[in-house]
T-cell receptor, first 115, second 114 residues
Framework: AQSVTQLGSHVSVSEGALVLLRCNYS??????LFWYVQYPNQGLQLLLK??????LVKGINGFEAEFKKSETSFHLTKPSAHMSDAAEYFC?????????????FGSGTRLLVRP | DTGVSQDPRHKITKRGQNVTFRCDPI?????LYWYRQTLGQGPEFLTY????????KSRLLSDRFSAERPKGSFSTLEIQRTEQGDSAMYLC????????????FGSGTRLTVV
């Protein structure tokens, strides 16, 4: 069964520093992969998605992610953190096939940005 | 279009009471989903509607849970005889795409069972 693992429940960076949030997936078929952001008491907002086109995916707010099949990874990066990036980030995968409408989420990584 | 609306935003109820949540999807979206998110976890799939048909129910959705989407428009999620373990954020999402992308999430209903 498909699943995602997010390494690190909390990541703390200084404002202006590189952001790296890790996500590894397990999938028996080529996956669709997603990163979502959730601000306190809000729903989830799509940051970016990988759908088997380019392996480097650019999203909103300066975030990007690279699909690496050999490492089964889809890590999220941003060159320079901003205070407004502080939120919880979720990696997700779709099972594919008849259940491709369903999202399977990781447990999330809370990003803290220090001034 | 104002996106996906959920009502209420917060609900506090006593154990054993019934609660009902409402979700209004984006009007042109024919697919609607319910997810549950407990503290410190990612959302978990509960159920999926295509138009008015409920096409999948997770095993997380016990007999105390029921969801409807009459006429393929808004949806309701009812929990009967609430338990403390039902305390969570209940998220609704809608889409017009069959492949997991194109989801728009609502802001959720936070349920606290005391």
């Amino acid at each position: 069964a498909q699943s995602v693992t997010q390494l690190g429940s909390h990541v703390s960076v200084s404002e202006g520093a590189l952001v790296l949030l890790r996500c590894n997936y397990s999938s028996s078929v080529p996956p669709y992969l997603f990163w979502y952001v959730q601000y306190p008491n809000q729903g989830l907002q799509l940051l970016l998605k990988y759908t088997s086109a380019a392996t480097l995916v650019k999203g909103i707010n300066g975030f990007e992610a690279e699909f690496k099949k050999s490492e089964t990874s889809f890590h999220l990066t941003k060159p320079s953190a901003h205070m407004s990036d502080a939120a919880e980030y979720f990696c997700a995968v779709t099972p594919g096939g008849d259940s491709s409408y369903k999202l399977i989420f990781g447990s999330g990584t809370r990003l803290l940005v220090r001034p | 279009d104002t996106g996906v609306s959920q009502d209420p935003r917060h609900k506090i109820t006593k154990r054993g009471q019934n609660v009902t949540f409402r979700c209004d999807p984006i009007s042109e979206h024919n697919r609607l989903y319910w997810y549950r998110q407990t503290l410190g976890q990612g959302p978990e799939f509960l159920t999926y509607f295509q138009n008015e048909a409920q096409l999948e129910k997770s095993r997380l959705l016990s007999d105390r849970f029921s969801a409807e989407r009459p006429k393929g428009s808004f949806s309701t999620l009812e929990i009967q005889r609430t338990e403390q373990g039902d305390s969570a954020m209940y998220l609704c999402a809608s889409s017009s795409d069959p492949n997991g992308y194109g989801y728009t999430f609502g802001s959720g209903t936070r349920l606290t069972v005391v």
